[in-house]
């Protein structure tokens, strides 16, 4: 059983809940530095200091030093877009859902955190993230979908996910460095949705390759 304390403001805590906590301070601290300085300017003196604890601390938490810390930010910093993303599953058309995926990617890179960490750093950081990663493997699994059922032209998914990726991400650069960033947002949405509206199959090919049985996939 895990010792609790009974005096002082730590009473009734475990050593697991202290532990978390302090994990949560670093991450917190960690955040700030890697937002506010980028990962190149973050040393591991400043986020001790910011998070008032001592050396030993942060490599307890995290062994792998300042790049295992980078890591759990990204991951939380992460999160909020992929929390958002898996909200618009429910659309019934894939290339609805691959425009809501991208509006909502663009509007996160108005946020400092995701901006610089999840759009600036990861990339070259984290060599998963990017066309490994989960984002890019779900985009590949809607426009295949999208073609597989007709909404889409009888493109390659494959290179339509590379194409629409890279663009999705080529505009979250365009957002991060607008000095108007809710307007560089309604730009890029427009432009991500023409390129998305053109892989739409014209009305009469998505109606002639219905599946059989149901009806047309048309919005």
């Known amino acids: 059983m895990a010792r609790r304390g009974t005096t002082g403001p730590g009473a009734g805590v475990t050593r ?3 532990a978390a906590a302090s994990r949560a301070d670093l991450v917190a601290a960690a955040r700030t530095c890697f937002t506010e300085l980028g990962y190149d300017g973050t040393t591991v003196a400043e986020v001790l200091r910011r998070a008032g604890m001592a050396r ?9 030093g300042k790049a295992e810390l980078f890591a759990a930010v990204y991951d939380q910093v992460n999160a909020a877009y992929h929390d958002r993303r898996d909200a618009v599953a429910a659309l019934p058309s894939p290339l609805a859902r691959v425009r809501e995926g991208a509006a ?27 066309v490994a990663g989960s984002t890019y493997a779900l985009l ?14 009888p493109v390659d998914p494959e290179a339509a ?13 365009y957002v991060m460095a607008a000095d108007d960033g809710p307007a560089a947002v309604r730009r890029a949405v427009d432009a991500v949705g023409v390129m998305v509206d053109g892989l739409r199959a014209p009305a009469p090919e998505r109606a002639g390759r219905a599946e059989p049985g149901g009806s047309t996939h048309c919005d």
């Open 16 to 18: 697991r809940e202290q």
């Open 56 to 64: 030993g601390a942060l490599y307890h938490y995290f062994p792998g």
């Open 104 to 130: 909502i990617f663009l509007a996160l890179c108005t946020d400092e955190s995701f901006a610089r960490i999840v759009l600036a750093d990861a990339p070259r950081l984290l060599p998963g993230q990017g």
């Open 140 to 153: 590949r699994r809607q426009l295949d979908e999208a073609v597989r059922t007709g909404e889409a032209r």
């Open 161 to 173: 996910a590379m194409a629409v990726y890279g663009a999705v991400r080529s505009a979250g650069e």
